[in-house]
């Protein structure tokens, strides 16, 4: 985290806005599959993604709001909470694990990647972050040690 970055906690507001996001994912027809588990909810986000269901003028929303279950399948594979990391840039909803100074965003990468034209791996990303988290508590782990 840079220096002007802080975590806060979710406000009823933010948790909301997050929740509006995941209504979005959950609500879309024609999936079939259980979305309370880390494979669903990553089975779920390549159906939406699959079935087209994301329409050009709202391409930004849609995708974050794929981001959010993307978020929420990271933080149940790695035990991670929802935040909002706050600089001068503004708030934007990150998960952290709190007092180890570790955060990721997930809520924009798929609409980055839409943005870059390049296809979305759901499984790929779910990894990488999924990797990242373990080598950053890791790195945490040896700096609290040394």
Not at 10 to 32: C, I, M, S
Not at 83 to 92: E, I, K, L, N, T
Not at 134 to 144: S, Y
Request: glycine share 10%; with cysteine.
């Amino acid at each position: 985290m840079s220096a002007d970055e802080k975590l806060e906690w979710l406000t009823d507001a933010d948790r909301q806005e997050l929740d509006a996001r995941r209504q979005w994912v959950y609500n879309h027809p024609g999936f079939f599959g259980a979305a309370d588990t880390v494979e669903g909810k990553l089975d779920l986000i390549a159906h939406v993604l699959k079935a087209g269901h994301i329409a050009e003028g709202s391409r930004r929303y849609a995708a974050q709001c794929l981001g959010v279950v993307l978020g929420d399948a990271v933080a149940q594979a790695r035990g991670m909470s929802w935040f909002m990391v706050s600089s001068a840039a503004g708030r934007a909803p990150c998960l952290g694990i709190a007092g180890s100074g570790i955060r990721i965003v997930t809520v924009t990468i798929i609409d980055d990647e839409l943005t870059a034209g390049r296809p979305v791996d759901i499984h790929h990303m779910f990894d990488y972050f999924c990797t990242s988290v373990d080598r950053l508590k890791a790195e945490t782990m040896r700096a609290g040690s040394a």
